[in-house]
């Protein structure tokens, strides 16, 4: 059974950091890429970055600069680090494994995903 379980959100201020982590089970870690969406209330949830099974990362423009996803294969861990967040990164931030067919690259489209963590509230003050 796949599961994917984020932590790590919370309440901060403007310019401040935090550090989101997903621990997986269930497949082979080191062999999937991972992907990061989050998903503000009254939007589409929207891809924020992505790491290929070789360590390859993608972001979008919004966050680039800012976060920095990584991965611990050791720990089957993925993990998201924001910094000088904004209020516009408010919202719910969930981890995912692509699906089987495309699982050694990430994707920024959420279709491609088969399985989701229950997501992580991240709320930056102005």
């Known amino acids: 059974q796949v599961q994917l379980v984020e932590s790590g959100g919370g309440l901060v201020q403007a310019g401040g950091s935090l550090r989101l982590s997903c621990a997986a089970s269930?497949?082979?870690?080191?062999?999937?890429?991972m992907g990061w969406f989050r998903q503000a209330p009254g939007k589409e949830r929207e891809f924020v970055a992505g790491?290929?099974?070789?360590?390859?990362?993608g972001y979008s423009d919004s966050v680039k600069g800012r976060f920095t996803i990584s991965r611990d294969n050791a720990k089957n861990t993925a993990y998201l680090q924001m910094n000088s967040l904004k209020p516009e990164d408010t919202a719910v931030y969930y981890c995912?494994?692509?699906?089987?067919?495309?699982?050694?690259?990430?994707?920024?489209?959420?279709?491609?995903?088969?399985?989701w963590g229950q997501g992580t509230q991240v709320t930056v003050s102005s």
């Open positions: 790491i290929n099974w070789s360590g390859t990362t």
């Open positions: 995912a494994f692509p699906s089987n067919s495309g699982r050694l690259y990430y994707s920024t489209n959420s279709r491609e995903y088969d399985y």
């Open positions: 269930g497949r082979t870690f080191s062999s999937y890429a």
